[in-house]
């Protein structure tokens, strides 16, 4: 009614303007309406400095159209993710001709390329902005064991960064120095990103595996950034979540540490009930270890773990855990049961309770999903996933293309191994569609 006779007025009063008078009040009128859209237009795609918020849709875009990653060649990703069989048997036979290959990038290209920072992060596409509120404040922390391939790391640090998160870098003792001081250049373009500060030389299967994740750990529970959760990956990872999936996901959890856990078959136990020799590889002796302190019972699970950062902590400071971890040292392959075991400790904080209950397979935690070649067969016929696309290595499966559309309907926010000798184009069209999801929530 208020409103009807303002109006009303407004009307009147604009019927008395003289021609000049309209002219002058039209003239403001467009200027403000100028301003007002030249405000919502302004998408700063100066995105470095960048500090959030895809303001609408045509921002959206705009920052899509400069930072969407797309698979090269004749490949259709839609159609290779959709799980299209026409299009999954060319691109196999693709991978197979040799000349098809793409020219991989060296350390001495990235050693070349990040001396100019600004000119990296665009060519590489790298998202310097949170994309969402809730995201930026919910930084994740990273530690990355590596030891070699340059270009898959920067893929996948590329794929997972976010300049709220914190990244440390574990390089392993034993690389050639070239791939240590390329690893170094990247870190530098990146303020949230970092290498270790204690470098151990890591022995497959031996305790040093997981000494570099607590390096990496010590180190980060030191940085600045607030982190929520940890997350720890090797060279062979790639996600299969978007941050935004990812921070969803881990707020879901709420305050639990999230992995496989299992109580440990037979044939296992001989990892930790004798004492292993490691020199350049790890032996097993005829001496039996002690039980461990206090006999906790020990639950086998896998390296590839989401932790809390209470839990992270407690890692340090629990006296039983410190212990544990210490009697651990001298066993076979201790990365795959120390978290799996101190996540059944009701002292740690996020744990579950030591019951048949709370045990949790590898494909049914959230961390990393592996298709073990003993497991693959016909899923009419039981099996849990189908036979590997790309070839086998250590009896666990390096993707193929044929595995994305698979891949990507697992809630699992990494998937292990990738390979770009054994199927680039796999690691190519994940690349796209993790870039389109992040954007649009969905694959375009
Ligand atoms: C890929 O395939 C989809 C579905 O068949 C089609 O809609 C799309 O246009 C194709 N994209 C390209 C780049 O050819």
Not at 49 to 68: F, T
Not at 310 to 316: G, L, P, Q, T, Y
Request: a positive charge; charged letters at 25%.
């Amino acid at each position: 009614m208020k409103l009807l006779k303002m109006l009303n007025k407004l009307q009147r009063k604009l019927g008395r303007l003289n021609t000049k008078q309209f002219l002058i009040f039209g003239g403001i009128l467009f200027f403000f309406t100028m301003v007002v859209k030249y405000i919502s237009l302004d998408c700063n795609l100066d995105y470095i400095n960048q500090n959030g918020k895809l303001r609408s849709e045509r921002c959206r875009n705009l920052y899509y159209q400069d930072l969407k990653i797309l698979a090269t060649g004749r490949k259709n990703c839609s159609r290779i993710i959709s799980g299209d069989p026409d299009e999954v048997r060319k691109t196999l036979i693709d991978n197979l001709i040799v000349k098809n290959r793409r020219v991989v990038t060296t350390e001495k290209d990235y050693l070349e390329g990040t001396k100019d920072c600004t000119m990296f992060k665009k060519q590489k596409k790298y998202v310097m902005f949170s994309l969402s509120e809730e995201e930026r404040n919910y930084p994740i922390a990273y530690s990355m064991v590596i030891h070699d391939d340059i270009e898959m790391f920067e893929r996948l640090l590329r794929s997972i960064y976010m300049p709220q998160n914190v990244y440390c870098i574990h390089v392993d003792m034993k690389t050639p120095e070239t791939f240590y001081e390329a690893v170094k250049a990247i870190s530098l373009c990146f303020p949230n990103v970092f290498l270790s500060s204690k470098r151990e030389s890591v022995v497959y299967a031996s305790w040093s595996r997981v000494q570099a994740d607590l390096n990496c750990m010590e180190d980060l529970l030191n940085s600045i950034v607030d982190w929520k959760y940890l997350i720890n990956t090797c060279g062979t990872d790639f996600p299969l979540k978007t941050n935004t999936e990812i921070v969803k996901a881990l707020k879901n959890l709420n305050g639990k540490n999230n992995m496989e856990s299992e109580r440990p078959p037979s044939e296992k136990k001989r990892r930790w009930e004798y004492h292993f020799e490691t020199k350049d590889n790890i032996l097993q002796t005829k001496i039996k270890k002690k039980p461990p302190p206090l006999n906790i019972p020990i639950f086998s699970g896998s390296a590839y773990v989401l932790l809390t950062r209470d839990f992270v902590k407690s890692v340090f400071e629990n006296p039983i855990a410190k212990e544990f971890l210490e009697w651990a040292k001298d066993t076979y392959s201790p990365d795959e049961y120390v978290w799996a075991t101190m996540q059944r400790l009701t002292e740690m904080p996020g744990s579950m309770p030591n019951h048949i209950k709370n045990d949790i397979s590898d494909l049914n935690a959230l961390a990393r999903l592996v298709k073990w070649e003993s497991l693959e067969g016909d899923i009419e016929h039981g099996a849990p996933y189908s036979v590997c696309t790309g070839k086998h290595r250590r009896q666990v499966c390096v993707y193929g293309t044929g595995d994305l559309h698979w891949l990507i309907q697992q809630h699992h926010f990494f998937a292990n191994k990738f390979d770009p000798r054994v199927d680039d184009h796999a690691i190519q069209c994940l690349e796209e569609y993790l870039r389109s999801k992040l954007f649009y929530g969905k694959i375009v």
